[in-house]
Structure formats: structure tokens, C-alpha cells
């Protein structure tokens, strides 16, 4: 499996940055897709994460700010980031969970993106 991460950037607090990330190789039909993040000296959090069923999960603090979707080409998830603060400054991974078949549980990460928001 492979997820190919695209977007971020250096962004002005305030503005917006979009990140996709599209997912290519042999994994379950059932899935989860999102983004965590890494900031410098904190541990990888969750950011959002979208199952091939719809369900929606966001961490709470970001939920209003942050948008993720799964539009556009098939396996693509997408997140929408406005009104970025510098503390939204991280490593964004996109992540992929298989949620059925023998590699339920499996995880799958991308490559970092670097997000950079200035004051």
C-alpha cells in the first residue's frame, strides 16, 4: 500500500492550506483514511479520519477549522484546513487502517508533509 501525500506548505495564520492524499496498492474495501500530525516534541496526534462507511472523526479542538472528505478521485481523502493558527505548525501523515479482512488493524503511513503556519 501506498499513500501519496500532496499540499502543504507555509501558510499566514489565518489562511488556509489543502492536503490530499491518494491511496494506491492492495488493501481492504473497508478502511479508514485520515491525517495525524506531529508537532517538534509532542507525540503524533490524530487529526481526522474518514471510514469507507462515512463516519467522521476529528480531534475535537480542530473540528470547525478542519474538513475531511473523501471527493474526487477514488481513494483520495482530502482535508481542508482554514483559519490555521501557528500551533497547527506539524508533520501532517496520511494515514490508512484496513478494517476487514485477514489485515484487520493494519496501518499504513505516508510519507510527512510539512505544514508550516507563521504569525
Known amino acids: 500500500v501506498q499513500l501519496q501525500a500532496s499540499g502543504g506548505g507555509l501558510v499566514q495564520a489565518g489562511g488556509s492550506l489543502r492536503l490530499s492524499c491518494a491511496a494506491s496498492g492492495k488493501f481492504f474495501k473497508e478502511n479508514a483514511m485520515g491525517w495525524y500530525r506531529q508537532a517538534p516534541g509532542l507525540e503524533r496526534e490524530l487529526v481526522a479520519a474518514?471510514?469507507?462507511?462515512?463516519?467522521?472523526d476529528y480531534k475535537r479542538s480542530l473540528k470547525g477549522r478542519f474538513t475531511i472528505s473523501r471527493d474526487g478521485p477514488e481513494n483520495t481523502v482530502t482535508l481542508q484546513m482554514n483559519s490555521l493558527k501557528p500551533e497547527d505548525t506539524a508533520v501532517y501523515y496520511c494515514h490508512l487502517v484496513e478494517l476487514g479482512g485477514i489485515n484487520y488493524g493494519v496501518e499504513h503511513w505516508g510519507k510527512g508533509t510539512q505544514v508550516t503556519v507563521s504569525s
Open positions: 474518514l471510514t469507507s462507511e462515512g463516519s467522521i
